[in-house]
C-alpha cells in the first residue's frame, strides 16, 4: 500500500500519474545521490508540450532523459554513487544515457518485455565493467505499474498495441488484465476528473488486485 512505499518510490509513481494527465506515457524517474536525497525528477513528456524542457514533444523525452538532462558531471562529482530510480525498466537510449552518465546504480519497478535492456548490462563487456549495480522491486509495485501503463496504452490504441501488451502479458498477466478492465470502467479518466491524489488511486487498484 501507498503508506509502505518510500517517499522515493512514492515521488516516482507521482510523476508517472501527472504524464498520465497529462495524456503522455505514465512512467516517472528521480534520481538520488549517495545520502538518499532526490536531487533530479523526471517524467515522460514525449506527447506533453507543457513544459520548456528540450526533449518536450520528442522521442527522447523519456522520463529518465529528462531526470539526467541537467546533470552536469562537475557539479556531481560523486554521480557514480547516485541512483536512478524508475517506474519501468530503462530502454536502450536511457539504459545506455544512464551508463554514460556515470550513474551506477538502477532500480525499477516494473519489467518491460517490449523495450527493457537491462540484460545489456549481462551482455557488453563494456557495461558489465562499469560494475553497475540493478534491483527489480518487489510485484506490487509491477502490478500497479503495468496496470496503470496498459490502461493507458489502451487509451491511444496504437498500432502495435498487442505486441506491447502481450510482452507484459508473459509475466504481468493480471496487470495487463486490470488495466483494461479499469479502462473499460473509465477509472482514470474519472480519477483525474475527481481529482484524486496518486496515494488514494495506488491504495484503490492495490486493494482490487487484492480483491480478485
Not at 552518465?101 to 518485455?113: E, F, Q, T, W
Not at 509475466?171 to 477509472?187: A, H, I, P, T, W
Request: hydrophobic residues 40%.
Amino acid at each position: 500500500m501507498w503508506m509502505d512505499l518510500d517517499n522515493i518510490w512514492q515521488e516516482a509513481f507521482s510523476l508517472a500519474w501527472e504524464s498520465f494527465k497529462r495524456n503522455t506515457i505514465p512512467i516517472g524517474a528521480v534520481i538520488v545521490n549517495e545520502e538518499g536525497n532526490i536531487i533530479s525528477r523526471g517524467r515522460n513528456r514525449i506527447f506533453d508540450y507543457s513544459s520548456n524542457n528540450p526533449l518536450v514533444g520528442s522521442n527522447m523525452a523519456h522520463a529518465e532523459m529528462t531526470a539526467m538532462i541537467n546533470l552536469k558531471e562537475k557539479e556531481h562529482p560523486n554521480i557514480k554513487k547516485y541512483t536512478l530510480y524508475t517506474t519501468m525498466e530503462p530502454c536502450p537510449m536511457c539504459f545506455g544515457t544512464m551508463v554514460m552518465m556515470g550513474i551506477r546504480n538502477l532500480r525499477y519497478a516494473a519489467r518491460d518485455g517490449f523495450a527493457g535492456a537491462t540484460e545489456l548490462n549481462y551482455n557488453m563487456n563494456y557495461i558489465r565493467s562499469k560494475k553497475i549495480f540493478i534491483h527489480k522491486e518487489d510485484d506490487e509495485l509491477e502490478l500497479f505499474h503495468i496496470c496503470l501503463q496498459s490502461a493507458y496504452e489502451y487509451s491511444r490504441n496504437h498500432m502495435r498495441l498487442e505486441e506491447v501488451l502481450n510482452s507484459w502479458r508473459t509475466y504481468c498477466r493480471e496487470g495487463v488484465l486490470m488495466g483494461k478492465q479499469l479502462y473499460d470502467e473509465g477509472y482514470f479518466l474519472e480519477a483525474i476528473k475527481q481529482r484524486k491524489e496518486i496515494e488514494q488511486i495506488y491504495d484503490e487498484v492495490i486493494l482490487r488486485f487484492n480483491n480478485i
